[in-house]
Structures are given as structure tokens and as C-alpha cells.
């Protein structure tokens, strides 16, 4: 495997629920290299929004330790960790999570507000034509379509220039088509910018276009299947 892109060491993470425990994450243990595009996959309530949201620093674990780049994140501070988020990390969302009063390019500019840089407009112009939406860049997200929502957000995801991509059910809202063209679109950036992809999905037909297929139950990882050929 090639140098690790994140990592997750023996994390837990638990809610109190009255006097009951909820072990959301109970002692994941994975690694994933640079440039790999894996699916986790998993009955609803088995750990995945927790795991990838931890993964992604917006969560900390109770216990274990999440590394970036080989960089152990758990003695950062809730500031050096939003840094290190907006530079490494790029989101994907099930309700693409557009802002409805901003254009499609202003959506894509979003996550560089808190960071200067030269060219961003630019490379949100860049980002929509590669996702095949330049000539939306002014339109708002309810004139656009749900398939055309998400690769807005996929440009919107990829314009800090991230290492890693997380994305939690992204094909959740879309039909069969739609979804077949969001995950092809995923795996074109991952191969043409060796962005790492972790895709949390229900979809069979998205595990299957995946490197590898992690399987979580009762926040432990119950499998973990590398592809014979990968598409
Ligand atoms: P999935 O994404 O696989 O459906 P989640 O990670 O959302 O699973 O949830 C895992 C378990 O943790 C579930 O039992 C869920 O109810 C519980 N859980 C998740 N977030 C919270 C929270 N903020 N407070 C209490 N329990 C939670
Ligand atoms: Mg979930």
C-alpha cells in the first residue's frame, strides 16, 4: 500500500444515553492509503456518519487516535483541528448542503472564505467545468437539478485542493443513473488528482465501482474486501 492518507487507531466513540451507553464507534482499527477510493458500507445506526465525521476531525473520538497524513491529530486543538480540516479535507453531503441564496460558483468559493487565495475564483471556474457545470456557475441551486446539485458540491469539495474526500451517502437522493455519474465523477477525480475518496453508501452498485469495501457492524469493522478489478 502507498503511504497512508488517514488513519484510525483503535477509536471509540460513545454516548450516554440515560444510563445506557451507546458505543457508536467501538474499536475501529483501519488504514487507507493515498489515492485509494473505498466504500463503508453498513445497516443504518452501525457507526458510519460517526466514523467518517471522526475521520474527518469534526468529531472527536473518546478514545483512540485519528491520523492525517501520518499526522496524530488528537493533541491538536479544536482550532488547529478546523485548519487542518479546511486544508486536508474536502465534505460531501446526502443533501449536498448548497446554500440556496448563493449562485453555484459562490457555493464552490465557500469553503475559501476563511483562506486567502490567489485564483480561487478561477479554480471554482475551473472545478464547475470539470464537473461539466461552467455554464451554471450563476445559477442558484433550486434551477438546478439534484444529480447537477452534487457536482456542485464536488467541486465545492475539491476547491481547497484536499488530500482526502469524505462523502456521507451522496447518492442517497438521486436515482440509479444519477448515482452511476456521481460516483464515476468520484473516481475521475480521484484518478485524475490522486484525491483519496472514503464514500459511506447503502448503494450495492457504488461498493462495487470502490477499491476496497469496509463493512461496519456495531461500530466495529466487521470486513474489509479489496476489489478484484477495481472500474
Ligand atoms: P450510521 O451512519 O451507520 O447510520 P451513526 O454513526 O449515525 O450510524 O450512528 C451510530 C450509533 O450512534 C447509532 O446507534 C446512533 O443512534 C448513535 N448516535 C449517533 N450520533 C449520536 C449522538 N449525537 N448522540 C447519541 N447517539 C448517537
Ligand atoms: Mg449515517
Redesign the pocket.
Known sequence: MTAPAVEARGLT?H???GAAV????DGVDLVIGRGELVAVV????????????TLGLLLRPTSGRVLLDGEDTGGLSDGARATLRGRKIGFVFQEFNLLPGLTALENVLLPLRYTKVDGGRERAHELLATVGLDARAGHRPTELSGGEQQRVAIARSLVNGPSLVLA??PTGELDTDTSAEIVALMRRMNRERGVTFVI?THDADVASRADRVVR?KD?RVLSDERAAAAV
Open positions: 466513540k454516548y450516554r444515553k451507546v458505543r457508536a464507534l453498513g445497516r443504518s445506526g452501525s457507526g458510519k456518519t460517526t466514523f467518517l465525521d456521507d451517502e459511506v461496519l461500530g
